[in-house]
């Protein structure tokens, strides 16, 4: 253990600051420094103070650049499809999450933050956005309105699951869905938009799809699937979980990413070959669609997802430097056509997807892409004394709200601190205010890429600005 104390003294109280970081592992290569936090392999701790909980991490400015970049390319992507954005509560009632999610599955059973609320009722965190979503669709009374029905949603949802790489317990979605869209062209726009989101954060993504039918041809599925995992060699090598899956979902096998399972499940009977005519030809027909799109895509005849409301369509968003069983998934989804009905719905074909941002900004980060920060080619006013200040905060509100990218410190007073500033900033130009400025009534105009400065009637400058902006 390494520790560092800072001694501080503040209204005659001592504060330490201790470092505690674990020793290297032979055969470990260093953490991520943003998985630090998730993991817990670094604790910060503050005599009188707290730090966070683990899995929860704090988004700090020098990374909000990435943030923007990809909520921007999400919002864009999902306005130029014609999806429209809604927001759900973070709070759902338990039933909602045991009924559609199902609550067998690890997401229910595990990991989801459950509760009984001081009202006595039974509540959840969301552990994910669709079932919110259909319930919002189905209370609001959304199938009377001219159908398909095209949503798209950003937000948080929580998951106690063993922090890892990109993942943590508050992680953050973006989701597209379509409700009453039966036709296999709403799952090649989704898959036409997930894939065009990566291509734009210059991550380089593979789809892996697949399809696992409908309730009559997946029947007879089951029966193989069972017969096949219920022989002695192959039972051997199931995990504990997957022995009880054998009984109650044996599909579930398929998703899971332990090393005898993935054995097992190696020349284990394949969906595809159990389709009845209608789910092939949908099936077909969505890989039509991605041929003609150029989307490249991989065939995977175990990928099932792992949530009980799927049919026909299921597909996955995978690093394209990453394989199977190394938490590879950037996001996923499929078609659930029965899930509105169950909910207490009109019988409404849908299908939908979901993005973890975490995982998608830490391989743009990984790609070294370049981000233009928000203050880059802005205006700089600088000032230097009081006169001076009143008039450049006057200048600052007048150039604000006609549009310009504007930028000012109020708080500094040194001329040489105020240009440092703007040069971080990347500003393209600095207007500077004297004394001498406010007695002649000009403005000195300073191109922060040469150097060189100009004196400009202070009636002109924004006139000035908007002319040198275009060009």
Not at 36 to 65: C, H, N, T, W
Not at 153 to 177: I, M, V
Not at 222 to 251: G, H, V, W
Not at 455 to 463: A, C, L
Request: proline letters at 4%; charged letters at 35%; one cysteine or more.
């Amino acid at each position: 253990m390494i520790k560092k104390k800072i001694k501080t003294q503040k209204n005659g109280e001592s504060r330490f600051l201790s470092i505690k970081k674990p020793a290297a592992k032979k055969g470990f290569s260093a953490p991520h420094p943003a998985d630090d936090q998730a993991e817990g392999e670094r604790e910060i701790r503050i005599k009188g103070g707290f730090s966070r909980l683990r899995g929860m991490r704090d988004v700090l400015p020098d990374e909000y650049k990435y943030w923007d970049l990809a909520i921007k390319k999400a919002v864009e992507l999902a306005k130029f499809y014609g999806f429209k954005k809604m927001e759900t509560p973070v709070l759902e009632r338990l039933e909602l999450y045991e009924r559609s999610t199902g609550k067998e599955t690890d997401i229910v059973s595990k990991e989801m933050y459950s509760f009984v609320d001081k009202s006595g009722d039974k509540v959840a965190l969301r552990p994910e956005a669709t079932p919110g979503i259909v319930r919002a669709y189905v209370e609001h009374g959304m199938f009377n309105l001219p159908q398909p029905v095209k949503i798209f949603w950003l937000g948080s949802f929580f998951r106690h699951e063993k922090p890892q790489s990109g993942r943590y317990r508050e992680a953050r979605q973006f989701d597209l869905e379509i409700f009453g869209e039966e036709k296999p062209a709403a799952e090649a726009e989704l898959i036409q938009v997930v894939y065009n989101f990566f291509k734009e954060l210059q991550v380089e993504a593979n789809i892996q799809i697949n399809s696992i039918g409908c309730k009559d041809c997946r029947a007879e599925y089951l029966k193989k699937l069972t017969a096949y995992f219920s022989e002695k060699q192959n039972r051997a090598k199931l995990c504990p979980d997957c022995r009880i899956r054998l009984k109650k979902n044996p599909m579930r096998i398929l998703d899971c990413k332990e090393a005898g399972c993935s054995e097992a499940k190696s020349r284990a009977p394949q969906m595809v070959d159990s389709l009845c005519e209608p789910c092939r030809a949908h099936f077909v027909q969505v890989l039509e669609y991605l041929d003609e799109l150029e989307i490249p895509y991989n065939l995977n005849p175990y990928l099932v997802r792992g949530l009980d409301y799927y049919n026909r369509t299921v597909f996955e968003i995978w690093s394209g430097d990453e394989e199977e069983g190394r938490q590879s998934a950037l996001g996923g989804g499929g078609r659930y056509d029965g899930l509105i009905e169950y909910m207490g719905g009109r019988p409404t074909p849908a299908c939908g997807f979901a993005i973890g941002l975490e995982r998608a900004i830490s391989k743009a980060k990984e790609k070294n892409i370049s981000v233009k920060e928000g203050d880059e080619g802005c205006v700089f006013i600088a000032q230097l004394g009081k006169a001076a200040k009143i008039k450049a905060m006057k200048l600052f509100e007048e150039m604000r709200r006609a549009g310009f990218p504007v930028r000012l410190s109020f708080t500094k007073d040194s001329l040489k601190s105020q240009l440092e500033e703007a040069d971080r900033m990347k500003a393209r130009f600095s207007l500077i205010l004297g004394q001498k400025e406010v007695m002649d009534g000009t403005i000195l105009l300073r191109d922060m890429d040469s150097g060189i400065q100009e004196v400009i009637d202070f009636k002109k400058i924004k006139e000035e600005i908007d002319r040198r902006l275009k060009e």
